[in-house]
């Protein structure tokens, strides 16, 4: 049996979409699992000090995107001083930070809450997500009765799964990029080449010109950053934050991702996502549960 805790339809303010230096979208898998972590912290420091919440799916029920791109345009407002001179020798109006509005579902498994302090543990969880917490950077307006549920059979998780419908689970798809890198491309064209639409004409014998687009690969494939890759040693470094631990610069990392309807997975691993630490290659990230690093 394992356990989860459902927090259906949260409702996110103004989350931070620039999940990377050169990606905008759906906010990074690190904000998810830091939310999810700072909410256990919070418990731990009240009457549940043995919670722990291991791994975290998370359901996308509708993103919007704060971007504007107007007919004729050939930037994005989000590029801010980039975008072309108008006629009148200003710059058109753009949007200082991404961010975006969201609506999403977060399943958390756990252990640490016993069945007779549920009840208890469910009333500080609602008041911690309304007033004590953000999520991506996003003030959280409002969300549905979170519920503690046993996966118990194939039954349970195809309840569970029913809960989170309509909506998309969002996936690692990293495998795809490892196997273009197998074939010689570097990691930016690896992602590229899975996210590109290649547009193709062909001329029929009655001489109509048909045209055809898609990608590389089926799905709603996605960049999505995961984790951060550290640059320089572990030191102490001028002015930083928490002086008893050692400091480093890090880069995001970022790979692919697909957003699936819940009823086609079939496994709760194939939808959580876990902390992973490597120190030797210096990577710090998130990854599902049924994923290794190679």
């Known amino acids: 049996m394992r356990k989860v805790l459902l927090i259906p339809h949260i409702n996110v303010h103004n ?4 999940s990377s230096p050169y990606t905008i979208g759906f906010p990074a898998m690190t904000a998810f699992l830091g939310c999810a972590h700072a909410l256990q912290r919070m418990l731990n420091h009240g009457n549940f000090k043995d919670a ?32 072309p ?47 004590k917490i953000k999520l991506a950077g996003g003030d959280i307006l409002s969300f549905n009765i979170p519920e503690f549920i046993k996966i118990i059979d194939n039954k349970a998780f195809s309840r ?11 996936t690692e798809r990293r495998e795809l990029m490892e196997k273009s890198m197998e074939d010689g491309l570097d990691a930016i064209d690896a992602m590229l080449d899975y996210l590109k ?41 001028q002015n930083q934050r928490d002086s008893n631990t050692p400091h480093r610069f890090a880069e995001t990392i970022v790979t692919l991702g697909e957003f699936v309807m ?24 998130c990854q599902q549960n049924n994923r290794k690093i190679k």
Request: overall charge negative.
């Open 15 to 18: 989350a931070n979409a620039l």
């Open 197 to 237: 639409v290649m547009h193709r004409s062909e001329k029929d014998s009655d001489g109509n010109v048909n045209w055809t687009s898609r990608r590389k690969t089926s799905g709603w494939i996605v960049p999505i950053a995961t984790g951060f890759h550290g640059i320089t040693d572990l030191r102490q470094a």
């Open 52 to 83: 722990s919440f291991k791994s975290v799916a998370v359901v996308c029920h509708e993103i919007d995107l704060q971007t504007y791109k107007g007919l004729g345009d050939y930037v994005y407002s989000i590029v801010g001083t980039g975008n």
């Open 262 to 285: 819940p009823y086609r997975i079939k496994n709760l691993d194939h939808m959580l996502w876990n902390y992973h630490t490597d120190l030797e290659n210096n990577l710090y990230i």
């Open 85 to 131: 001179l108008d006629k009148k020798g200003a710059r058109p109006a753009f949007i200082e930070e991404g961010r975006c509005h969201l609506d999403v579902s977060l399943v958390i498994e756990y252990e640490g809450i016993e069945k007779d302090d549920e009840d208890e543990a469910l009333e500080e969880i609602t008041t911690v997500l309304y007033a």
């Open 160 to 170: 569970l799964t029913r809960k989170l419908m309509p909506g998309y689970v969002i």
